[in-house]
């Protein structure tokens, strides 16, 4: 099961999806916010939504897990 995992320590700004919806390799899934600087988070893999595990405000860490696709 593919994971869009942070690549960066931040807050979470925006998610742009939901559990449900189908996205594509490239498409942003959540928007992190660090050092000012608004930093867009990218599905590597095809899928479908399976659960997200972040909320907008949220801070995270590099590596963890944002969203699982399936």
């Known amino acids: ?23 594509s ?8 916010e660090s050092m000012k600087m608004e930093i867009p988070v990218e599905a590597e893999d095809d899928g479908t ?3 997200i595990r972040c909320e907008e405000g949220q801070s995270v860490s590099e590596g963890d897990v944002l969203v699982v696709l399936e």
Not at 25 to 32: A, F, R, S, Y
């Open 49 to 51: 939504v399976k659960e």
């Open 1 to 23: 099961m593919p994971n869009v995992e942070a690549h960066i320590t931040g807050n979470v700004w925006k998610i742009e999806v939901a559990v449900g919806d189908s996205i």
């Open 25 to 32: 390799e490239g498409d942003t899934v959540v928007i992190l």
